[in-house]
């Protein structure tokens, strides 16, 4: 709702609160993904190692992008210890990401489509 928001009334012209907004959704995505790992059930080695392999279409980069992922060729313990490390830092991030979108929001103002007084 919030970027459909966004995209409707042309928030998007603020180009710098605007990436920062997109930045902070892939963080989250990426928080939730690497939470969604971890418990490495069958079903989410599963989707893991289908939403993973998205990033071996990649030109040139994708190979080695799935490698870095998963810390190998195979999933082991630094694949758990990479994922519980990013899970653990990404929500620090996202906080930092949010007060900077904040920030910018303040500096340029944000949309008010509907006209309510901020009084």
Do not use: C
Not at 4 to 9: A, N, S, T, V
Not at 32 to 61: D, E
Not at 96 to 112: C, D, K, P, Q, Y
């Amino acid at each position: 709702a919030h970027m459909g928001r966004g995209l409707y009334y042309g928030s998007y012209a603020f180009r710098e609160t605007w990436n920062i907004g997109v930045i902070l959704l892939f963080t989250v995505m990426a928080t939730a993904f690497v939470g969604y790992v971890l418990p490495w059930g069958q079903m989410s080695f599963w989707g893991a190692t289908v939403i993973t392999n998205l990033l071996s279409a990649i030109p040139y980069i994708g190979t080695t992008l799935v490698e870095w992922t998963w810390g190998g060729f195979s999933v082991d313990k630094a694949t758990l210890t990479r994922f519980f490390a990013f899970h653990f830092i990404l929500p620090f991030i996202i906080l930092a990401l949010a007060m900077v979108h904040l920030i910018f929001l303040h500096e340029t103002g944000s949309n008010n489509p509907t006209g309510i007084p901020s009084d």
